[in-house]
Antibody, heavy 128, light 112 residues
Framework: EVQLLESGGGLVQPGGSLRLSCAASGFTFSTYAMSWVRQAPGKGLEWVSVISGSGGSTYYADSVKGRFTISRDNSKNTLYLQMNSLRAEDTAIYYC?????????????????????WGQGTLVTVSS | DIVMTQTPLSSPVTLGQPASISCRSSQSLVHSDGNTYLSWLQQRPGQPPRLLIY???KRFSGVPDRFSGSGAGTDFTLKISRVEAEDVGVYYCMQATQFPVTFGQGTRLEIK
């Protein structure tokens, strides 16, 4: 059974940092792309970042580029999101999501296919 | 970025009756590999999103057959043949054909 369990959320001041983790089990972690998707309170879904199975390719939404860093440790079956220079608008539930396959890097950009499994999410609140 | 527009934003439905949600994309979602990466997600109250349908019409594992997807190009539809109480929640369409992945605004399904 595929399981994704996020942790690391909490209250942080504007300008602060936080690192989220997502522990994966039930599948061969290193062979699938993984993403972070966030949902502001009462709002819709926003894709944040994706990383290839090997960790060699990473992509970001413009809203977080230069502030967030996605990474993974395939020996620990864990996905990470390092969030720096946090802003109030980063307040959201952060979900990790598994892609159906590894990233396909095409001429028109990375192909994520679709997200077949999602974690329960971890809440990040940026406030003074 | 591709804009995904869902209608309606709210859908009150009687138990046992059908429901339909539309999703329109600002550009064709046909990928150069011939596939259309349009999926539908369900988010029950207080829960994370859950995959229902992928590649327009393929039901994901464990999804009841009362859920079906259809469409092509830029126009897509999610149908529920007979709404049950457990179907209450918000439904999102999502495209992954063109980077970055984008989602519709969500359609709230509620029971009359």
């Amino acid at each position: 059974e595929v399981q994704l369990l996020e942790s690391g959320g909490g209250l942080v001041q504007p300008g602060g940092s936080l690192r989220l983790s997502c522990a994966a089990s039930g599948f061969t972690f290193s062979t699938y792309a993984m993403s972070w998707v966030r949902q502001a309170p009462g709002k819709g879904l926003e894709w944040v970042s994706v990383i290839s199975g090997s960790g060699g390719s990473t992509y970001y939404a413009d809203s977080v580029k230069g502030r967030f860093t996605i990474s993974r440790d395939n020996s620990k079956n864990t996905l990470y999101l390092q969030m720096n220079s946090l802003r109030a608008e980063d307040t959201a539930i952060y979900y990790c999501a598994k892609s159906r396959k590894d990233l396909d890097i095409g001429s028109s950009g990375p192909l994520i296919y679709y997200f077949d499994y999602w974690g329960q999410g971890t809440l990040v609140t940026v406030s003074s | 970025d591709i804009v995904m527009t869902q209608t309606p934003l709210s859908s009150p439905v009687t138990l046992g009756q059908p429901a339909s949600i539309s999703c329109r994309s600002s550009q064709s979602l046909v990928h150069s590999d011939g596939n259309t990466y349009l999926s539908w997600l369900q988010q029950r109250p207080g829960q994370p999103p859950r995959l229902l349908i992928y590649k327009i019409s393929k039901r994901f594992s464990g999804v009841p057959d009362r859920f079906s997807g259809s469409g092509a190009g830029t126009d897509f539809t999610l149908k529920i043949s007979r709404v049950e109480a457990e179907d209450v929640g918000v439904y999102y369409c999502m495209q992954a054909t063109q980077f970055p992945v984008t989602f519709g605004q969500g359609t709230r399904l509620e029971i009359k």
